[in-house]
C-alpha cells in the first residue's frame, strides 16, 4: 500500500504534465492515477488540479520605532490636551511639549523627544488605542424662542457670508443649563466665537433676560484681545430686543441674525457650544447666582486653555460628488496661533498675547478647570440653588 508521502510524490509529478497536457493526454494520465491509488475520478480530477501548496508566508517583524517612553509621553500630553484628535494634536504638538518644559510639567530625554516631535497623526492613532475610553453624553434640551417683529430690521447673514471675516467677527449663542426640564429660571451660558481666529468667550449668565444678555456681551467686548466689529445672533428674543440693537448702534458694531431653522448659519458656534461649554460644563440644571459664580469662575482658566492650548481645524474647501461630499481643512492651530498669523490683528496685541501665553502652563490650567468642575458637579449633586 503506497504511503500518504509517496502519494504526494506522485501527484506533484503527474500535475505539472496534466495541467499542460492535451485532453486525450489527460484522460490517460487521470485513468494510470485512479488505476493507481484507487480514487474516484473526480476527487482525482480535483487533486490534479489543485495548485501545490504555497509555503507559508513568514510575517516579518519590524523594529519598534516607538519605545513606551514614547507612548507614555504622547499619552501624558494627549489627556493634558484634553484628549483631543490626533489630526489637532500632533501640529501643535511642538509649542505644547514646550509650554509644559517650561513650567516644569514634563522632562523628556533628547532621544524621547526627538520621536515625539517627529510622530504621525496616524501613528500617534495607533499608539493611543490604549488609552482611549468610550465617552457617552446625551442631548440636551433647546430654549430658543423667536424674537419680536424687530427682527425685520437686522439684517440675515449665512454660513456662506463669512468667507471674508477678520478678527472681531463673532457668532453668538445660549447654552441652556436646564438639565431635563425647561420650567422656572436656570442657568446660561452666552458662548462667542470669533469666525476668524476660532476664539472663544463664554460668559455664566443667571437667566437669559434680555438685559443679562445684554451685560454679558459688553463682558465678552472687554475681553476680546481684538475690538468687536460684528455680531451675529439667531432669532430668539434674548438677541433680537431694542436693548443689544441700540447698544450694537452705539458702539459701531455691526449686528446680524441668522436664517429661522437654520442652524448651519451658526456652524460655528453650534460646534463650540459642545467643545467649549457642555464638555466641560455638562448637562445638569443649575440655578442662582451661587452657580452662576461658580460658572464663570470655571470659564477663567477655561478660556485661556481652550484659545491659547485647543488647536482647531479650519474648513477650507468642500467639494460635492453626487451624494458624495469632500472636505478639506487646513493644519490644526489655536486660536491664540492664529491671531499671530491675522494681518488685521495689531502689532500691539500680537505682543499682548505672547507675553500672555508664555506665562501660561496647559497643565496647571487642566488641573484648576477640573478642581472647579468638581465644585460646580458638586452644587448640582447637592441641589442648592440660592
Known amino acids: ?97 514646550e509650554a509644559l518644559e517650561r513650567h516644569g510639567e ?33 442631548r440636551g434640551k433647546t430654549t430658543t424662542k423667536p424674537g419680536t417683529l424687530l427682527k425685520q430690521s437686522i439684517p440675515i447673514r449665512t454660513f456662506a457670508d463669512w468667507d471674508d471675516a477678520k478678527p472681531g467677527f463673532v457668532e453668538v449663542d445660549l447654552v441652556a443649563h436646564c438639565g431635563e426640564s425647561t420650567h422656572g429660571e436656570y442657568l446660561h451660558s452666552l458662548n462667542t466665537i470669533d469666525v476668524a481666529t476660532r476664539w472663544t468667550e463664554p460668559v455664566g449668565i443667571v437667566n437669559r433676560s434680555q438685559a443679562k444678555v445684554s451685560e454679558a456681551v459688553v463682558v465678552v467686548r472687554g475681553r476680546l484681545p481684538f475690538p468687536l466689529l460684528g455680531i451675529d445672533s439667531d432669532n430668539g428674543g434674548e438677541f433680537i430686543n431694542a436693548n443689544l440693537k441700540r447698544y450694537c448702534e452705539q458702539n459701531g458694531i455691526t449686528f446680524t441674525r441668522s436664517r429661522p431653522y437654520k442652524k448651519n448659519d451658526q456652524a460655528y458656534v453650534e460646534q463650540k457650544n459642545w467643545t467649549a461649554v457642555r464638555q466641560f460644563v455638562g448637562y445638569s440644571r443649575y440655578e442662582g447666582q451661587a452657580a452662576c459664580d461658580l460658572l464663570n469662575q470655571l470659564y477663567e482658566p477655561l478660556r485661556a486653555y481652550i484659545n491659547y492650548f485647543q488647536p482647531v481645524m479650519v474648513l477650507i474647501e468642500k467639494e460635492r460628488n453626487g451624494a458624495k461630499v469632500k472636505k478639506k481643512y487646513d493644519e490644526a492651530k489655536t486660536p491664540y496661533q492664529r491671531a499671530l498669523e491675522s494681518s488685521d490683528v495689531s502689532e500691539e496685541v500680537k505682543a499682548r498675547l505672547r507675553e500672555t501665553y508664555l506665562t501660561l502652563n496647559p497643565a496647571a490650567l487642566l488641573r484648576e478647570i477640573n478642581t ?15
Open 106 to 138: 514634563m522632562s523628556l530625554e533628547p532621544k524621547t523627544r526627538e520621536l515625539l516631535l517627529s510622530i504621525s497623526a496616524a501613528s500617534a492613532d495607533r499608539l493611543l488605542t490604549r488609552a482611549r475610553q468610550a465617552d457617552l453624553r446625551y
Open 372 to 386: 472647579r468642575q468638581r465644585a460646580l458637579w458638586r452644587l448640582a449633586k447637592e441641589g442648592i440653588t440660592e
Open 1 to 97: 500500500m503506497m504511503s500518504q508521502f509517496s502519494k504526494r510524490e506522485l501527484l506533484a509529478t503527474l500535475r505539472p504534465r496534466y495541467l499542460s497536457s492535451s485532453k486525450t493526454e489527460k484522460q490517460r494520465i487521470l485513468d494510470e492515477l485512479v488505476a493507481t491509488l484507487g480514487y474516484h475520478r473526480k476527487h482525482a480530477i480535483r487533486l490534479l488540479r489543485r495548485k501545490a501548496p504555497r509555503r507559508p508566508k513568514v510575517k516579518r517583524v519590524r523594529p519598534r520605532k516607538y519605545t513606551i517612553d514614547v507612548v507614555l509621553a504622547l499619552e501624558k500630553v494627549w489627556r493634558l490636551a484634553n484628549c483631543i484628535a490626533t489630526k489637532r494634536l500632533v501640529p501643535s504638538l511642538k509649542e505644547f511639549v
